[in-house]
């Protein structure tokens, strides 16, 4: 039972370029969802996903895409990347998405944009 | 607006000795709060929660304490162990709204 696997651990892009954030849960879980981490602000809600096929946005969409078309997997689209966008990324699943169902994380991929 | 607060970034403590990180909150609505653990190039993990009709929830070391007039939690770690070290969020929610989080603390446990 791997959990929450997120791929890749360490990514170092140039501004504009593009890549996906990969996550992945075997728990069954309805939802999951997207955070970054950045220093001194806590962990912030990017998007997230009730189930598949459905997605809404968090408190920091703005240029990240996500798609949910498995239960499964549930991957971070950067379009254009941006030196802002340098942040420690977190995907993580709940059975049911509500406080009673506490958040499994991943193990993170730290992001550079350069 | 930070709506969930832990103002101190850091906390250092000696092994063996209680351990109190504390996190304030300015929405009312919020009703239901928890605490999550992180290790470095580890993801955050749950430790304990607890209901805003409650006021303490314990949990072998680990003790939650929710004052609700003062908008304040408190997480007791009785005895600290180095294991403890990390970093340690709050998170609140709110009837149909999304977990808050505060900035993080990073506890150090001294042996």
């Known amino acids: 039972n791997a959990g929450v696997t997120q791929t890749p651990k360490f990514q170092v892009l140039k501004t504009g370029q593009s890549m996906t954030l990969q996550c992945a849960q075997d728990?069954?879980?309805?939802?999951m969802s997207w955070y970054r981490q950045d220093p001194g602000m806590g962990l912030r809600l990017i998007h997230y996903?009730?189930?598949?096929?459905?997605?809404d946005q968090g408190e920091v969409p703005n240029g990240y895409n996500v798609s949910r078309s498995t239960t499964e997997d549930f991957p971070l689209r950067l379009l254009s990347a941006a030196p802002s966008q340098t942040s420690v990324y977190f995907c993580a699943s709940s059975f049911s998405g509500t406080a009673y169902s506490p958040l499994h994380f991943g193990n993170g991929t730290r992001l550079t944009v350069t | 607006d930070q709506q969930v607060k832990q103002n101190s970034p850091s906390l250092s403590v000696q092994e063996g000795r209680i351990s109190i990180l504390n996190c304030d909150y300015t929405?009312?609505?919020?009703?239901?709060f928890l605490w999550y653990k992180k290790y470095p190039a580890e993801g955050p993990t749950f430790l304990i929660s607890i209901s805003s009709i409650k006021d303490k929830n314990e949990d072998g070391r680990f003790t939650v304490f929710l004052n609700k007039s003062a908008k304040h939690l408190s997480l007791h770690i009785v005895p600290s162990q180095p294991g403890d070290s990390a970093v340690y969020f709050c998170a609140a929610i709110a009837s149909g709204s999304r977990l808050t989080f505060g900035e993080g603390t990073q506890l150090t446990v001294n042996p």
């Open positions: 996903s009730v189930g598949a096929g459905i997605t």
């Open positions: 728990m069954n879980h309805e939802y």
């Open positions: 929405n009312s609505m919020f009703d239901y």
